[in-house]
């Protein structure tokens, strides 16, 4: 979402984005996207670590320098760590400076993902390449100011280096649902009963972002509030979740939807009472919050120092990884509803003032001004 965002902002600040990417996903209307060709052993690849991100990022290197070499950009702009090693090569070659977008450290992201042991033997190699990697930009920009701080205190990255700009969300398009009709409808639709309290989930599903906290919540709450619901949606490993729901005994009162159009996605989450983001990392973003605000939507949270910095004091927080906390979390939520739909209006107005694109997209214009000078 963020790298869509930006592009369409960018674009209608005049300038002219190309975005080179992995060879799976869908493309855009107005935007030019420049795929990769596909590996033949591996047609289909999942979300996060991998190995065999090997070799997309050496198609997608490829890829960039062939875009790269007749278009000659003014900047690159390389986004996560691999974007980031890739956009400096070419941009060596091409004379382009290097603007890196990062999200969170690589190495910690990794071990949240349980791809890598900090105990093992490839996690000094990665964080010395990581350590690297961070050095190559002329500029870097975060998605949040506590990964500012994580640069400049873990990776002695310079401050004048680095430009916090926040995720944004575009309040136009996440507002608030104008037709309780329509509500009504595509959440009989999803068969969701009418009478149920409903708990909204949009994101990743993995062990990292609290999908197993956020059911093994949901069990411990339907056992005193049992008229709730809970709606997730994302994928991948829906048939794993749905399992687990199983297993739990609460498959009756969850609802998993797949991948949801990013089109649809305000439609989806106007169903919510409440949202909920029990991820727990402490250095990635979470720019689902964003949308969850938008929405006017009072929103759950681990309280970690990211959702502390998009919700402020007007999150509703429970322990990090504490199950017991996010299910008294979410009924606290639920109960005190004129509270809760006071936060949620408190919210929209927070994420207005705080988290516009268009304010977002001239603070990037002015770090690509510096780095071209």
């Not at 926040?166 to 009418?194: H, M, Q, T, Y």
Request: proline share 5%.
């Amino acid at each position: 979402m963020r790298i869509l965002e930006e592009a369409s902002i960018l674009q209608r600040l005049g300038n002219r984005v190309t975005v080179c990417t992995y060879n799976r996903g869908r493309d855009i209307p107005g935007l030019d996207i420049r795929r990769t060709a596909a590996i033949p052993w591996r047609t289909d690849y999942e979300v996060g670590s991998s190995r065999h991100k090997v070799a997309f990022d050496a198609l997608l290197a490829w890829k960039s320098l062939a875009v790269a070499l007749p278009t000659r950009p003014d900047i690159i702009h390389g986004h996560l760590h691999e974007g980031a090693l890739i956009g400096s090569l070419v941009g060596k070659v091409v004379g382009a400076p290097l603007v890196f977008d990062f999200q969170g450290s690589m190495t910690a992201e990794m071990v949240d993902h349980r791809f890598l042991d900090p105990q093992g033997k490839l996690y000094r190699p990665l964080r010395w390449l990581e350590e690297r990697i961070v050095q190559l930009p002329k500029a870097i920009i975060t998605s949040s100011h506590h990964a500012a701080e994580l640069l400049q205190k873990e990776f002695s990255c310079p401050g004048s280096k680095i430009t916090a700009i926040s995720d944004c969300v575009n309040a136009d398009f996440f507002a608030p649902a104008r037709s309780a009709a329509a509500v009504s409808e595509l959440g009989a639709a999803l068969g969701i009963p009418a009478e149920r309290e409903v708990v909204v989930y949009l994101g990743l599903l993995a062990q990292w972002q609290g999908t197993d906290l956020l059911l093994q919540a949901a069990a411990e709450l339907l056992l005193r509030r049992p008229n709730v619901h809970f709606l997730i949606m994302g994928f991948p490993s829906v048939e794993i979740y749905q399992g687990l729901a199983q297993n739990l005994g609460v498959a009756d009162h969850v609802t998993f939807t797949g991948k949801i159009p990013y089109e649809q996605a305000p439609s989806y989450l106007g169903i919510g009472d409440v949202a909920v983001a029990p991820k727990m990392s402490t250095t990635e973003g979470s720019g689902k919050l964003l949308n969850y605000m938008a929405m006017g939507l009072p929103t759950v949270a681990f309280d970690v120092p990211v959702s502390r910095e998009y919700l402020g004091d007007l999150g509703i927080y429970a322990q990090p990884g504490d199950t017991s906390s996010l299910a008294l979390a979410l009924e606290t939520a639920l109960d005190r509803k004129d509270a809760s739909q006071a936060l949620g209006l408190a919210l929209r107005e927070r994420v207005i003032q705080r988290h516009s694109w268009s304010v977002a997209g001239e603070s990037i214009l002015e770090v690509y001004d510096r780095v071209s000078a």
